[in-house]
């Protein structure tokens, strides 16, 4: 962080305002800046934020004879060169989106929210203008006008997979099935530039199977993120067998630069997260056809005795009956084990359109109360 | 100043209330009135919000002088909190006379990460911390740039932390009254950030302490404090141009000064804001005590022990006298009234007329000085 001087007087301001309270003239910009290392202290005390110790930090002068404190995770000296960018965010990095669920709207919000620039792409443009007035709905709770306008103002809508010709990097986030899955990477594919990173969402298909659509699989990985994603840390990163170091490096870092938690995890049925979450939700559906207790009393009893902050059938609805099952099946096909099957109450609710939260049924009626 | 009362600084069970009682009715009782004499209060107090959920401090503190109502409200200025409230009693004279100023802090308790985060919010929260520049880490760097500017030596940041907890041996409200510390000990301490270790840090401590003004001495013991000065300079250490003197402290000295007619030559002790052993050199240059990088030849001579020609922190200071933020400042106070009327006890600093107090509020962020003489 460095300052910017008064174009008037020469003050200093290390603060996001325009003009000098002093004299009242703008302010210039901060710009590339060459500085010198002019003390070090090696700090061994962690602090909220930075708990990992020890750490340097070092206050260097700047060429223009301001200061700035810089941090470093390993030893500098003094009289060590630094050099700062005007822009400490992101480079211009443009991402693309496609799909237009529940997975892929919560993508486009966080993108947005973290200032990169997103390109977003689904079949029918009609929906895709519902679903990005749900995301401007989302962004307008935590956005003033002027910060919506700048966000929506990097969002781009096409129906048109060759928009995607300038991203850096496409994420499918279409439905949860194989062959739509594969019809929708190659089309990317032939979209984008052969630099372009392509990434899918999906939260238990086989990456080696999807990479078998691609001429340039090194270039592919998994980022499996969970909704919503601009409140949930973590991403599951998958590597298929093709895919380069690189490119695994690529989408592990963009994940902590959008402040999310990536863990790596092996290209296997249904990774950490739906391996270990179905069968929960699977008995928990058990239990409630054996008649154990009623669907509000499971969930109860879930979320206090296991410290969750949702009880399983509740988090089934979030989710959707319709892709649990179509996970059940694909873990159970692949793992060949019963604890995956589906239980039937689940296939029957699903077949009643009763798919959860979203179709405004399942284990709960979400349909609004009628007015007195 | 008629009145001061203050209570032990250290670790405590005693909640805030409680106290702030105990120093308020030492002041009331050094000052031989009852609280309905008092006119207005003023209540110092730094994280009672972020640590005890509680704000809005004058109407707790009114809880205890029921049916009393008299004007009052809440001084923050991170840890000089202290020495700004006292500064604004002074100029509020004219309004409410006698006004009663107390510091009260709560530190204990907290788990030591929401602690440091709660202290931290006395640092620029955007421009520093983001960059992990802790407090440690701040004074840290003053010292680096101190011993590049200077020549200045940790053996002397040894020296004077050894002071101070010799001083604080004297002092039976001190945090580490009953502690011994030998050079054996600050040798085995860890590396907090380089050069500063554990003894060059002071603890951070519960406590309270109330002081009295009015316009008007009441007897021979009211001590006349005959010079203020407070001064605010930017948070954060890049916004500033010089890294080894806190310009708050240079300006708040120069105010107090002039208002005490004094110069920094007519000065016998000082209690001084010594939250790191750094610090309390830079306190000494930017109080005139001595020029820059010439205070430590007066540490290395012994003169600023209690029998030394300047004595600074007779109370052994904030690093072994104890650090409960907002109590700091108008502890300071409070030693310094002790020590003007010789009610010091085996502290007790000889001859001396003129004394000051130095509170500084983050990194140099803020600074208050007051300037007090002897009971005439």
Redesign the interface.
């Known amino acids: 962080m460095s300052m910017r001087p008064c174009q008037g007087c020469g003050r200093r301001y290390g603060y996001p305002v325009d003009v000098c309270t002093v004299c009242r003239s703008p302010l210039g910009e901060t710009g590339e800046r060459n500085g010198e290392v002019v003390a070090v202290t090696e700090v061994a005390t962690p602090s909220p934020g930075h708990e990992d110790v020890p750490y340097w930090c070092a206050l260097v002068m700047l060429d223009d004879g301001s200061y700035a404190i810089s941090k470093h995770d390993a030893p500098i000296g003094i009289g060590d060169k630094t050099h700062t960018s005007a822009r400490e965010t992101a480079t211009a990095f443009r991402i693309g989106i496609v799909g237009s669920g529940v997975m892929a709207r919560g993508l486009v919000e966080l993108f947005l929210a973290r200032g990169l620039e997103v390109v977003w792409v689904a079949r029918s443009l009609e929906r895709l203008e519902i679903a990005r007035a749900k995301v401007e709905s989302r962004l307008v709770r935590v956005m003033d006008d002027e910060q919506l306008a700048f966000a929506l103002s990097r969002l781009a809508l096409s129906d048109d997979l060759a928009h995607l010709a300038a991203c850096d990097l496409v994420i499918e986030a279409v439905v949860e099935e194989i062959e739509p899955k594969l019809a929708v990477l190659r089309s990317i594919e032939q979209a984008v530039s052969s630099e372009c990173l392509i990434a899918t969402n999906t939260s238990s298909l086989p990456l080696d199977v999807l990479a078998s659509a691609l001429e340039r699989p090194v270039r592919f990985g998994g980022m499996h993120f969970f909704n919503p994603p601009i409140r949930m840390r973590l991403v599951e990163i998958v590597r298929s067998p093709q895919t380069d170091d690189d490119t695994d490096e690529r989408l592990f870092e963009l994940s902590l630069s959008l402040g999310k938690i990536p863990v790596r995890v092996a290209n296997s049925p249904g990774f950490v997260v739906n391996r270990v979450l179905m069968p929960l939700l699977n008995e928990a559906v058990r239990a409630l056809e054996d008649g154990v207790a009623p669907a509000e009393d499971i969930d109860e009893a879930i979320r206090l005795g296991l410290n969750h902050p949702m009880g399983p059938l509740a988090l089934a609805d979030l989710i959707g009956l319709d892709v649990v099952v179509n996970i059940m099946d694909d873990l159970h096909n692949r793992l060949g084990d019963a604890a995956y099957a589906p239980r039937p109450m689940l296939r029957q609710l699903v077949e009643q359109g009763k798919s959860g939260r979203k179709a405004g049924a399942g284990f709960y009626d979400y349909s609004a109360p009628p007015l007195p | 100043m008629i009145g001061a009362g203050k209570t032990r600084f250290g670790p405590s069970t005693h909640a805030m209330p409680r106290l702030a009682q105990e120093a308020i009715l030492g002041a009331l009782d050094d000052a031989g009135m009852s609280i309905e004499d008092v006119e207005a209060f003023i209540v110092a107090n730094f994280l009672g919000g972020p640590n005890e959920s509680q704000l809005h401090l004058n109407s707790v503190i009114a809880g205890l002088f029921p049916d009393v109502r008299r004007p009052g409200w809440r001084v923050e200025a991170a840890c000089a909190s202290g020495g700004a409230a006292v500064h604004q009693a002074v100029h509020m004279l004219a309004a409410y006379d006698p006004i009663l100023v107390i510091g009260v802090e709560r530190l204990s308790g907290r788990p030591s990460?929401?602690l440091?985060?709660n202290i931290?919010m006395a640092g620029?929260v955007?421009?520093?911390?983001?960059?992990?520049?802790?407090f440690?880490?701040s004074y840290?760097?003053v010292a680096?740039?101190h011993m590049?500017r200077y020549g200045t030596r940790t053996e002397d940041f040894e020296i004077l932390s050894l002071k101070n907890h010799a001083n604080a041996q004297l002092n039976p409200l001190a945090h580490f009254y009953h502690k011994q510390v030998s050079q054996s000990d600050i040798d085995c301490g860890?590396?907090?950030?380089?050069?500063?270790r554990l003894f060059d840090c002071c603890p951070v401590s519960d406590g309270a302490s109330a002081v009295i003004l009015s316009a008007e001495a009441i007897d021979a013991r009211s001590v006349p404090l005959i010079g203020t000065g407070l001064s605010t300079d930017?948070i954060?250490?890049?916004?500033?141009?010089e890294?080894t003197t806190f310009a708050s402290a240079r300006e708040a000295a120069r105010m107090a000064y002039a208002q005490a007619g004094i110069s920094p030559a007519g000065i016998d002790f000082a209690e001084v804001h010594d939250c790191f052993t750094i610090a309390e050199i830079v306190a000494m240059e930017d109080l005139g005590l001595a020029a820059p990088g010439e205070a430590v030849e007066l540490i290395r001579a012994g003169q600023t022990s209690i029998g030394g020609a300047l004595p600074i922190n007779p109370s052994g200071g904030l690093k072994a006298g104890g650090h409960a933020i907002s109590a700091t400042g108008v502890g300071q106070v409070y030693e310094v009234c002790k020590q003007l009327r010789g009610e010091a006890g085996e502290r007790q600093v000889r001859d001396s007329r003129v004394a000051v107090t130095h509170n500084v509020g983050g990194v140099g962020g803020t600074c208050a000085v007051q300037v007090l003489g002897r009971p005439t």
């Open positions: 990460g929401e440091t985060r931290g620029d955007t421009l520093d911390q983001l960059q992990g520049l802790n440690p880490a840290a760097l680096q740039r590049q860890a590396t907090v950030a380089t050069p500063l930017v954060s250490l890049a916004q500033r141009y890294h």
